[in-house]
């Protein structure tokens, strides 16, 4: 079975820092790791995703991810946040590219 | 090539009643995946249905069914709709084992 577990449920950071989105899973096979952006009443935006390969993975809108299989991690970066990146983060992991197990979501404050 | 379309985007309904809702998969995908996200929560996966058959299921009781038709579009039934349904149900569609594009999915309240 797969999951995933987001670190905090609200993120705060001031305009121009770094945007750091903890993302911990748990799969018996090697995963697909995801981060989705949702932004209010829109469907999920794909940021980013990991299948093999290069373990740091660049995504859209500046955004980042580096796999690290010894501490199960996926963790989102942003070098500076913009006041546009104010919106619902979910981490995600799925044993193919479409049957997909979400965490329960991050939402990320931008503070001027 | 046009994207995933959802439909109604919002609807109210009673507890008890049936609701269907539609989804249009985007042009070339075979393979459509229905989701409910709970307020506050994170996705959930329903099932997904791949050429006209279901092709795995999530923790959803039977009261939540499906249909695909051949030309690849989708519809979600819900029966006996309770409280605890109301969400936004958000589809996806693909072509198989390839990435999954999302509607803008369909928000279901429940009275």
């Known amino acids: 079975a797969q999951s995933v577990t987001q670190l905090g449920s609200h993120v705060s950071v001031s305009e121009g820092a770094l945007v750091l989105l903890r993302c911990n899973y748990s799969s018996s096979v090697p995963p697909y790791l995801f981060w989705y952006v949702q932004y209010p009443n829109q469907g999920l935006q794909l940021l980013l995703k990991y299948t093999t390969g290069a373990t740091l993975v660049k995504g859209i809108n500046g955004f980042e991810a580096e796999f690290k299989k010894s501490e199960t991690s996926f963790h989102l970066t942003k070098p500076s946040a913009h006041m546009s990146d104010a919106a619902e983060y979910f981490c995600?992991?799925?044993?193919?590219?479409?049957?997909?197990?979400f965490g329960k979501g991050t939402r990320l404050h931008i503070l001027p | 090539e046009t994207g995933v379309t959802q439909s109604p985007t919002h609807l109210i309904k009673t507890r008890g009643q049936q609701v269907t809702l539609r989804c249009s998969s985007q042009s070339g995908h075979n393979t459509v995946s229905w989701y409910q996200q709970a307020l506050g929560q994170g996705p959930q996966f329903i099932f997904q249905y791949y050429r006209e058959e279901e092709n795995g299921r999530g923790n959803f009781p039977p009261r939540f069914s499906g249909l695909q038709f051949p030309n690849y579009s989708s519809e979600l039934n819900v029966n006996a709709l309770e409280l605890d349904d109301s969400a936004l149900y958000l589809c996806?569609?693909?072509?198989?084992?390839?990435?999954?594009?999302f509607g803008q999915g369909t928000r279901l309240t429940v009275v």
């Open positions: 996806a569609s693909s072509l198989l084992d390839t990435e999954a594009f």
């Open positions: 995600a992991v799925s044993e193919r590219d479409d049957k997909i197990i």
